[in-house]
Antibody, heavy 122, light 110 residues
């Protein structure tokens, strides 16, 4: 079964840091671009970042550029999101999601995890 | 990065067809055929319904179809069913090498 499982979400104070993880299984992880997408409580989807299958391409939304860093370890079938200088507006459910087709950019995501919750509050 | 513009809500009766619009700019929808549509039921992760403007993932119902004209993309659901009631989001690649989502549309099946 193709699966993505996020972890690492916590309650953290403004200005703090944390690292989210996404464990992949059931597919050839190093063939696929992976995205992070977040959803604030009661709000819509917001794209956060993507990393290409080989890690060479990394892109970020303006709202997180300079504070978030995406990375992957293909030997561990894992994706990461390092989040620094957290703000209250970063409070959201964070999903990792896999690109539809291998070794290309479709900017469409066919497999999503269940999400991990980040709450930024003092 | 602004969000793509979608109607907040649409509704239809079972068996009818509805269309959800998604309006962007020449920097996103108007320039690239990388429009996707997602369905999200309450408390669930999104599910891709359309990618590449009009492509359906394998196994998805043919009742769902997508199109694009200029800066506006559209999702059409034909033969509306009760289980289609959900939130729908469009997304597009942008000239900034990012992805932008629409604000979402709540579909109510009457």
């Amino acid at each position: 079964e193709v699966q993505l499982v996020e972890s690492g979400g916590v309650v953290v104070q403004p200005g703090g840091s944390l690292r989210l993880s996404c464990a992949a299984s059931g597919f050839t992880f190093d063939d696929y671009t992976i995205h992070w997408v977040r959803q604030a409580p009661g709000k819509g989807l917001e794209w956060v970042s993507l990393i290409s299958w080989d890690g060479a391409g990394r892109y970020y939304a303006d709202s997180v550029k300079g504070r978030f860093t995406i990375s992957r370890d293909n030997s561990e079938n894992s994706l990461y999101l390092q989040i620094n200088s957290l703000r209250t507006e970063d409070t959201a459910l964070y999903y990792c999601a896999k690109e539809i087709r291998a070794n290309r950019y479709d900017y469409g995501m066919d497999v999503w995890g269940q999400g991990t919750t980040v709450t930024v509050s003092s | 990065q602004s969000t793509l513009t979608q109607p907040a809500s649409v509704s239809g009766s079972p068996g009818q067809s509805i269309t959800i619009s998604c309006t962007g700019t020449s920097s996103d929808i108007g320039s690239y055929d990388y429009v996707s549509w997602y369905q999200q039921h309450p408390g669930k992760a999104p599910k891709v319904m359309i990618y590449g403007v009009s492509n359906r993932p394998s196994g998805l119902s043919t009742r769902f179809s997508g199109s694009k004209s200029g800066n506006t993309a559209s999702l059409t659901i034909s033969g509306l069913q009760a289980e289609d009631e959900a939130d729908y989001y469009c997304s597009s690649y942008t000239s900034s090498s990012t992805v932008v989502f629409g604000g979402g549309t709540r579909l109510t099946v009457l």
